[in-house]
């Protein structure tokens, strides 16, 4: 007999959430509240969020809760083992590009002729204790690995609160742990970024994560130029490189954001060594529309239209 089990779907981090939860249907409550206090602390688009103190800040050691230190060392350290790949320092970039306001809110006018900001990276940014300190100049964007890391945080937090299994999905970025409904493996369909309302994909797993990055979502016209907010760190400019959209399947949702998107930026090729190098599953998606398997992807795979040859 199936479990019984509650949902919920709701906008937040800029995306749309969608909770399930097997057991006490009121840790759906709970959950929502944490998922919002993340969203306080952590939206760059929020002039009270320890994110906005930390940023404005820069050259001053800053105090910090424990879940915002510890996203930002999560950050730091995915920026150290992708090789730059991944790098929370892109945010002035992020804003010459035109990305000024919340997804969902018109971008307000931006330079004409914007220069090109390349990320500084992460050497300088320091941590003592319970406080960090960025380098003068250096500001950062947590909002990708924000959103996986809330969903790994929250998927722990409901099962430690009594929860028999849960799904957490913000935009994209999912977590599940324990018992699925149906007493499966849990289910996730990877949509199709060409073909709204469509599937690329369905996987199965017992515990882990999913996250896609693509730069077919976020994207507006700044001065007739198209843009999208995925930033090649090196040159700080939207990912321009023949990849649309990279899945990666993990054991932690802000591990699965961090590679997909380091293997956005690096291309076919060099996404998909990073991928094998971490001996993650993977799907690199092409402009072309051909998909391209990393790792023991065949293994999670139940169901695709087209299955996608390399």
């Not at 709204?196 to 999913?210: C, I, K, R």
Request: a negative charge.
């Amino acid at each position: 007999m199936a479990a019984e089990h509650a949902e919920s779907r709701f906008p937040v981090m800029g995306s749309d959430g969608h909770l399930i939860v097997v057991g006490d249907p009121q840790l759906l409550t709970i959950a929502r509240e944490r998922l919002e206090e993340c969203e306080a602390r952590w939206s760059r688009f929020r002039s009270s969020s320890e994110l906005c103190a930390l940023n404005a800040a820069a050259g001053s050691w800053i105090r910090l809760s424990p879940p915002t230190l510890a996203l930002a060392s999560l950050a730091v350290r995915a920026w150290e083992v992708t090789g730059g790949l991944f790098d929370p320092t892109v945010l002035p970039a992020l804003e010459s590009v035109g990305y000024l306001r919340s997804f969902g809110a018109p971008q307000p006018d931006s330079p004409a002729n914007p220069m090109p900001v390349p990320a500084p990276g992460c050497a300088g940014i320091e941590f003592r204790r319970d406080m960090v300190r960025l380098p003068r100049g250096v500001r950062i964007d947590l909002g990708g690995i924000g959103k996986g890391y809330a969903a790994d945080l929250i998927a722990a937090e409901l099962i430690a609160a009594g929860a028999e299994g849960v799904s957490v999905n913000l935009g994209g970025d999912l977590r599940v742990a324990g018992v699925a409904p149906g007493a499966q493996p849990w289910g996730v369909a990877v949509a199709d970024e060409t073909a709204p309302e469509s599937d690329l994909v369905h996987v199965a797993m017992t515990e882990g994560a999913v996250a896609t990055s693509t730069r077919l979502r976020r994207r507006w016209q700044q001065h007739g130029r198209d843009r999208h907010h995925l930033i090649d760190p090196r040159t700080g400019t939207s990912t321009s490189n023949g990849v649309d959209a990279v899945t990666v399947i993990a054991g932690e949702a802000y591990w699965a954001e961090v590679l997909a998107k380091a293997a956005l930026i690096a291309g076919i090729a060099a996404g998909t060594a990073v991928l094998e190098k971490w001996g993650v599953a993977g799907l690199i998606v092409t402009e072309d529309g051909s998909g391209h398997r990393a790792g023991p992807w065949e293994r999670f795979v139940t169901w695709a239209p087209n299955c996608p040859g390399t």
